[in-house]
């Protein structure tokens, strides 16, 4: 089902002036208030032209606390890990969000599209915690000893905005890099992968191949992307605990959800299927 095309966009812009949020709530209520009611995220670069990235940063946090109030905090999001990426949304850095428990499904899954605005796939490498971390991390013979295990990973970002053609990262960033649900495949020991940068990633639909993808998609390296997605969470007040999900962006190219039979090989990490219709 399309949502933001033609008329119906203009549907859905005056719905949502008939039915705000409450102006005097904060806008992370109001973007909630949003969602819950079945409407798009608000965007922050509409609401507000001069928010920066720690405004945005900021909005996430408070809606982060909300949400977790309900829904328990899983694991962490690195996304725009890409140049092309940080392009497309017109900021030069890559963004992060927080994975909930909610938002994980099982592999062989189907997701139904009409349950969703705009839904795209991404494959991802995922990393699992051995132990929590509270301090920033500096050096990559650490950050290895943090790591338990990696998995393969397909994400379903969510693009619910209302002008999604004019999304910016502090959009992204406020709407907790529009993380909405996630397979996780299995488990698999460091020592079965010595560089997860070169690990290709392969998806196909049906018998077709329409995404392939390297672990150096992401920063170049995966273990630069996980340094930096640790970082980052930290920075941004958030708890990292012993077992959580640190997934470190999109190899090859965040694409279009569409009706169909999936399947992702990860080499030595495996596969995952999965079907949307």
């Known amino acids: 089902m399309k949502y933001f095309s033609g008329i119906v966009t ?18 992370a209520d109001q973007m909630l208030e949003s969602r819950q009611a079945g409407k798009p995220w608000l965007q922050l670069s509409q609401e507000e032209p001069a928010a920066g990235i720690d405004r945005a940063y900021q909005i ?16 962490y999001k690195a996304g725009l890990t890409s140049t092309a990426g940080q392009k497309k949304f017109a900021v030069d850095e890559s963004i992060a969000g927080v994975l909930f428990g909610r938002g994980s499904l099982p592999a062989g899954t189907t997701l139904p599209l009409n349950q969703f605005y705009n839904l795209m796939m991404e494959t991802e490498i995922g ?7 509270t301090e920033p991390v500096t050096d990559i013979n650490e950050l290895r000893s943090l790591v338990a295990s990696m998995v393969p990973v397909i994400e379903f970002p969510d693009l619910a905005y209302y002008q999604p053609d004019a999304v910016t990262g502090p959009d992204l960033i406020a709407s907790n890099a529009a993380a909405a649900r996630y397979i996780v495949g299995k488990r698999v020991p460091l020592a079965r992968v010595a560089d997860p940068g070169s690990l290709t990633v392969r998806l196909s639909r049906g018998t077709s191949a329409i995404n392939l993808g390297q672990g150096s998609d992401a920063m170049g390296d995966q273990w630069t992307a996980l340094q ?16 959580h999900l640190l997934i470190t962006g999109a190899l090859g190219r ?13 080499g030595p990490l495996g596969t995952i299927t999965f079907r949307i219709r």
């Open 228 to 243: 930096w997605l640790i970082n980052r969470s930290l920075a941004s007040g958030y708890r990292l605990e012993a077992g």
């Open 60 to 75: 996430q946090a408070e809606l982060v606390q909300k949400i977790s109030a309900r829904d328990a905090i899983v694991g």
């Open 127 to 133: 990393f699992v915690l051995a132990k929590a971390v």
């Open 10 to 27: 203009a549907v859905l812009l005056l719905t949502a002036c008939a039915s705000a949020p409450r102006p005097d709530a904060s806008f």
């Open 254 to 266: 965040m694409l279009p959800a569409q009706a169909g039979n999936y399947r992702a090989d990860f």
